[in-house]
């Protein structure tokens, strides 16, 4: 999956999460759907702010999980 | 919609017309405008009608030009107009303008072929006059009802069919027992599932599917499945893609079922973001105000009166609410029992009866509604269910993976004491990520507590019967590779769609006053999109249907596009146990328990009591589902027992 794809379902996520007034990302539901989209699966220590909680990190970090980069 | 029945006797032996007029006769409700009946040797075809497209010609059963193909009919085909043009540019000829006549062309020209081609809903039944033979048809997703059986008659068996089972039991010869496996269904998946019913001998056609009779052979295909894709198979395209696709989908479906007819349509209204967002289409389609409809309850916990004011407003409509009691409920639930035929674990088709006779009343026979748009777009709990418990069976040790729950269930922030044993009952279910029913084993569990009710002898023989196994083996091949969301949509269309709200809560309590429900989220070309959609536009993260509230968001108030789910339900024991009606003494009274048999007396009266000491007030969930059960049951069986 290139970039630009990961990014734009990245933002969608993020926008969806927005919407509900969800100022901060949503690890849990974020690691969830990590897991259902890009087939990454988390360990508990992936599950943390540092790595989950914006939106460019989770691109890197999906790009990462995915041999991309 | 109508009512279709009918008898061939194989022997060519003449049907008798008094049962035929008998069944039809039972039939009225569905059709108050006309009867028809034709026969001849060997067959004979009835059709209550309710005059919708067509008021002048349509009179059924109708004929082709030489009279060699004859058709009952019920339901509509949307697209008849399309069809139609296409057919006489074939060469068809055609002596009416109605739908009907075009189900006749198109049947002679493609076969079963043609089912796939309508757009609409349906039951029908065609007679070709050379070959002797009858079809049986209902359409994709069983909006329209349809029963046969067959029984022994000299040189052969009478095959009879009809919209409802009690058109059947018009017949002598139709035993009228519920059957022990329907009980079972009906207590696991709060329906029977087609081709079962709760009748012993009568069978229900399912979906999709026809089934065509001659004098010495049965057979039976599908002209259509529900199927979703391949886990792997990404379907291209951003949100903003799909969402225009869906929107103009379901604007042209909305369009078909609001234009194609030549009675005046109104529409229901109930608050939510489907019936919002049908209702905002069709007032494109209109220059006067849309006729609509709610239900309101005097009961505030089920009430949702403040979001339908909103819509009303927003929209300008002509509205008119109908308010709804306990004691309502409680006094019209045997004539709904009646009507749907069926156990039921809910009340919740008691107030939709209530509300399609007031519709009747108000002029109209038309409605748009909402039905299937959580069902195809990923508008249920239980949906959002099957993705968490899907997250947590990959890692059944996680100790941060159960937390997710409480974005499930908001309400269990509030009440921590609660949260420790949800979670229990919740996650300790059956958590094996490759079971095809992770998603409805806690729902099929608790509603089969119900069985501990039942006789001892009953319990015994549903031991040997496990319902839940007998559906899974009817999942279509290359489920196991579906996305768990799909399969769970899959098992949700197939039971509680089917069975329950387009049938007991849907068309028979429509049609129990003559009242058509149009349905535009159960177009064949929305559902296509629907199921080829990428799961997380069903349901993204938690969110569900989340690519119908993109597409519609401007049509919708933001407070009904955010508001939280809230499933259509209806106060259950407190109808019964507030204030008992008559009918309720009578058929819990012990000699009436005894003689019926189904269940155990001393466990029935154990739950009444319990009832009547709250006054059905802040019963469980089990006990509420549990009552109604028992009471509709315990009705259902009378009633059969009883019908003449």
Not at chain 2, 212 to 233: I, K, M, N, V
Request: proline share 5%.
């Amino acid at each position: 999956m290139d970039k630009t794809a990961i990014d734009n379902i990245i933002s969608e996520l993020r926008e969806m999460q927005k919407s509900r007034d969800c100022p901060e990302i949503d690890l849990l539901e974020t690691a969830m759907f990590l897991e259902d989209v890009f087939g990454i699966s988390l360990d508990e220590s992936e599950i943390d702010t540092s790595l989950l909680g914006h939106r460019a990190d989770l691109s890197a970090f999906i790009s990462c999980k995915l041999g991309d980069s | 919609m109508c009512g279709i029945c009918g008898i061939f006797d194989t022997s060519g032996s003449p049907v008798r017309r008094e049962t035929l007029d008998a069944m039809t006769y039972s039939l009225r409700h569905r059709g108050p405008e006309a009867r028809g009946i034709w026969q001849e040797r060997g067959i004979g075809l009835g059709h209550a009608r309710l005059s919708i497209i067509d008021l002048a010609t349509g009179d059924q059963p109708m004929s082709n030009e030489d009279a060699s193909l004859w058709i009952s009919f019920n339901g509509e085909v949307f697209n008849y107009l399309e069809l139609r043009d296409e057919l006489i540019a074939r060469g068809h000829i055609f002596k009416t303008t109605s739908d009907t006549e075009v189900i006749l062309h198109g049947y002679e020209e493609y076969g079963t072929d043609f089912f796939r081609r309508m757009n609409g809903q349906w039951a029908l039944a065609l007679w070709n006059t050379g070959r002797r033979e009858l079809l049986l048809c209902r359409d994709r997703v069983g909006i329209a009802p349809l029963f046969f059986t067959s029984v022994s008659s000299k040189g052969g068996r009478r095959i009879l069919f009809a919209s409802e089972p009690k058109a059947l039991f018009r017949d002598p010869g139709v035993p009228r027992e519920l059957d022990p496996r329907g009980l079972a269904e009906s207590f696991t998946f709060w329906t029977t599932v087609a081709p079962r019913s709760v009748f012993k001998g009568i069978r229900e056609l399912p979906p999709g599917r026809w089934i065509r009779f001659t004098e010495g052979s049965e057979q039976e295909g599908s002209y259509w499945e529900l199927r979703f894709p391949h886990r792997s198979a990404e379907t291209a395209g951003s949100a903003a893609e799909h969402a225009r696709h869906l929107r103009e989908t379901l604007v042209e479906a909305t369009r078909l079922r609001f234009t194609r007819s030549d009675v005046p349509v109104a529409a229901y209204l109930s608050g939510g973001i489907d019936s919002s967002v049908t209702t905002a289409i069709i007032r494109n389609f209109t220059d006067a105000r849309i006729k609509t409809f709610s239900l309101r309850f005097a009961d505030a916990e089920f009430d949702e009166g403040g979001y339908q004011e909103l819509m009303v407003s927003r929209l300008g409509t002509d509205h008119e609410a109908l308010r709804v009691t306990n004691r309502d409920i409680g006094e019209v639930f045997p004539d709904v029992v009646e009507q749907a035929e069926k156990p039921l674990l809910r009340t919740a088709a008691a107030p939709m009866f209530l509300l399609s006779r007031f519709v009747r009343d108000s002029g109209y026979k038309v409605v748009v509604t909402g039905e299937g748009s959580d069902e195809m777009l990923g508008g249920y709990d239980i949906f959002r269910e099957a993705l968490v418990r899907d997250f947590i069976a990959r890692d059944p040790e996680s100790a941060l993976r159960p937390e997710i729950i409480r974005h499930l269930y908001p309400w269990l922030q509030r009440n921590p004491a609660a949260a420790p044993a949800f979670a229990r009952s919740f996650f300790s279910q059956s958590l094996d990520p490759a079971d095809p029913a992770l998603s409805h084993r806690p729902r099929w569990q608790s509603a089969s507590g119900i069985m501990r009710l039942l006789n001892p002898d009953l319990q015994n023989e549903f031991e040997e019967y496990q319902a839940a196994d007998d559906l899974l083996q009817r999942m279509p091949e290359g489920a196991d590779d579906w996305h768990p969301l799909s399969r769970a949509q899959w098992l949700e269309i197939t039971t509680l769609l089917a069975g329950y709200l387009l049938a007991s809560q849907g068309d028979r309590m429509l049609m129990a006053h003559g009242v058509e429900g149009r349905f535009p989220f159960l177009d064949p070309d929305l559902v296509d999109l629907a199921t080829a959609l990428p799961p997380r536009y069903r349901i993204m993260g938690l969110d569900e249907k989340y690519l119908l509230k993109y597409a519609f968001a401007d049509l919708v108030p933001e407070q009904i596009l955010r508001r939280p789910k809230q499933p259509y339900r209806a106060p259950d024991a407190g109808s019964f146990f507030t204030d008992e009606p008559e009918w309720l003494k009578e058929i819990i009274e012990p000699r009436q328990l005894r003689t019926s048999g189904v269940f155990n007396p001393q466990a029935v009266e154990s739950l009444m009591q319990k009832c009547r000491r709250k006054k059905g007030q802040g019963m469980s969930n089990f006990d509420n589902m549990a009552v109604t059960a028992v009471l509709s049951t315990l009705l259902l069986q009378r009633q059969t027992a009883g019908s003449s």
